[in-house]
Nanobody, 118 residues
Framework: QVQLVESGGGLVQPGGSLRLSCGASGIIVSHYDMRWYRQAPGKERELVAV???????NYGDFVEGRFTISRDNAEPIVYLRMNSLKPEDTAVYYCNALKVVGIKREYWGQGTQVTVSS
């Protein structure tokens, strides 16, 4: 059974930092691109960051150098370090695994709430 479990969300003041974690089980993580998405109330889900199975990273334009995605295939865990948080970063953050080796498969976590407010 495949599971992606996010943690690390919470309430933080503007300018603060959080580190989200996504623990993966039931998959060979090295066969997957790992992504973080977010969805704010009333808005569509948007891509925050991607780290490929080879370690290449890419970010949404709104990140502007504030976030860093990383992965530890041995654990396996994917992290999203978020600095200089803004109120507009408030959203539910979802972990996503997209299989890029062999048959394509995709899995989602249940999400973790991030609220940026004073």
């Amino acid at each position: 059974q495949v599971q992606l479990v996010e943690s690390g969300g919470g309430l933080v003041q503007p300018g603060g930092s959080l580190r989200l974690s996504c623990g993966a089980s039931g998959i060979i993580v090295s066969h997957y691109d790992m992504r973080w998405y977010r969805q704010a109330p009333g808005k569509e889900r948007e891509l925050v960051a991607v780290i490929s199975n080879g370690g290449r990273t890419n970010y949404g334009d709104f990140v502007e150098g504030r976030f860093t995605i990383s992965r530890d295939n041995a654990e396996p865990i994917v992290y999203l370090r978020m600095n200089s948080l803004k109120p507009e970063d408030t959203a539910v953050y979802y972990c996503n695994a997209l299989k890029v080796v062999g048959i394509k498969r995709e899995y989602w976590g249940q999400g973790t709430q991030v609220t940026v407010s004073s």
